[in-house]
């Protein structure tokens, strides 16, 4: 069973060739009996039943555009909360953690080429393990960073589409992190898995039309 309460503010701003657009929005989620993922090592994980699990906290979108570009940011402060938390001494209610996500899109018509960039911030997230007793306990991961770049132009009047990037800009892999408090695991090193690190690629996409112009 859950409990979810929203309350969101909406505004929209057009002048001229700009166009503004702002959400603000609050919400708390109270969730019962949530089948969720322990980690047991850096690659392994188990479900179990989390008895009692909360999110709260307020987030902040805009999105701003002027003919060819166009420009999305966000940000938030989220606290999340499990009955496991209990058994810490140092983190007993939310453990809050900010947010920021930003989107720049770009068309140099001329060219005719498309420039997309992507980024993300994460906080300290808590994140539920087993120790080697199989008794679960809760830690905490570092924050951390993440960027996409992609290239994109069209071929023979936009039959073929052609895209270059990269993905995971920064070469993120793993983060490290460190149990959240207690006696017991207080000071225990952990770390988790978030990506395969910096990759790069090449998309080709190839429209057949037909007389009638339909994909």
Known sequence: TSHNFNFSLSQQLKKNKNKLSNKLTFFYNDISDLITLSQANQTAFSYFNLERFKTTGVQLRSNYSRNSLQLGLGAGYVGRYNQIAEENSAYNTFLFS????????????????????????????????????????????QDFHLADFTVEKDFFKESISVSLGA?????????????????VHSGTATSINVGMGRTYFMRVKIYLKTKNNEQ
């Open 98 to 141: 900010p947010e920021v996500q930003g989107n720049l899109q770009y068309q140099w018509e001329k060219a005719e080429i498309n420039f997309s960039l992507f980024y993300k911030y994460t906080g300290q997230l808590p994140n539920i393990r087993n120790d080697e007793n199989g008794d679960l306990y809760e830690s905490v991961i």
């Open 167 to 183: 993905k995971n800009l920064f070469d993120v892999t793993a983060i490290a992190g460190s149990s959240a408090g207690g006696a």
